[in-house]
């Protein structure tokens, strides 16, 4: 067989393809998945729940409740847009959830006051001031435990919640009148007690947080703070005559 003959029959063996290694294929399939996949945190299933908590507080109070959504909750933990849906079904159950967080922080901050109070009169002005106090530092997370067409009180967590923050407001009107309050039989004086309590110091922190008292500190004399017209509104007697 001549030389021209060698190289035809070398011409016409078929290439064997190269092969890739397992290895290398899985790499280059890692390399073409999209960049956002890495972004998402793992959090073990407890923590997780927690996790989208605290991220719907924090777009709460950044964004308000127009910017509260289950996919910036989502975005702001680092997780699939899923994850909300899981954990509290829609919206709804998302903002219930973060209501009863704010109602167990905001019966912690009023304990915790009273704790600290030594006098009676502190005693007395330790709640109202702790009322308002939570509203300022938190007042997007204030606003939505209020929002009651927003919420799902069947939610056993936000009940209980909401009925301890209740059950802590009886029990300091009680006190006040010196005698014993069952928050579920009132008697009419007791509910007015309350309703009056509740009323005036909710109401001052609605027109406190919508910049609505500006007008009044600034007839009083300089340096007077909202927390000292909350006390002098508190302590002050009532004296108007009621027309016989």
Request: positive net charge; hydrophobic residues 40%.
């Amino acid at each position: 067989m001549g030389k021209s003959d060698t190289k035809s029959e070398t011409a016409r063996k078929p290439r064997t393809p190269r092969k890739t290694s397992s290895a290398a294929s899985a790499q280059a399939r890692s390399a073409r998945r999209p960049a956002v996949a890495k972004t998402e945190t793992p959090y073990h299933h407890g923590a997780l729940r927690e996790a989208l908590l605290q991220a719907a507080e924090r777009v709460l109070e950044r964004d308000g409740l127009s910017g509260l959504t289950l996919r910036a909750v989502a975005r702001e933990a680092g997780v699939s847009h899923a994850a909300p849906t899981h954990h509290f079904g829609d919206l709804t159950g998302l903002l219930s959830e973060l209501a009863a967080v704010g109602f167990r922080q905001f019966n912690a901050a009023m304990a915790s006051s009273c704790d600290a109070a030594t006098t009676p009169l502190e005693r007395a002005l330790a709640r109202p001031k702790a009322y308002v106090a939570y509203a300022q530092a938190h007042p997007g997370m204030y606003g939505i435990m209020f929002r009651t067409e927003r919420l799902d009180y069947s939610r056993p967590s936000l009940h209980e919640a909401a009925e301890a923050s209740f059950a802590g407001l009886a029990n300091a009107i009680g006190m006040m009148r010196q005698e014993q309050i069952s928050g579920d039989a009132l008697t009419l004086n007791q509910g007015a007690a309350i309703a009056r309590a509740w009323s005036m110091v909710h109401g001052f922190t609605m027109l406190l947080l919508d910049g609505r008292l500006e007008d009044i500190l600034g007839r009083l004399p300089e340096g007077t703070t909202a927390e000292q017209l909350l006390e002098a509104m508190l302590t002050a007697p009532i004296t108007a005559k009621l027309p016989v």
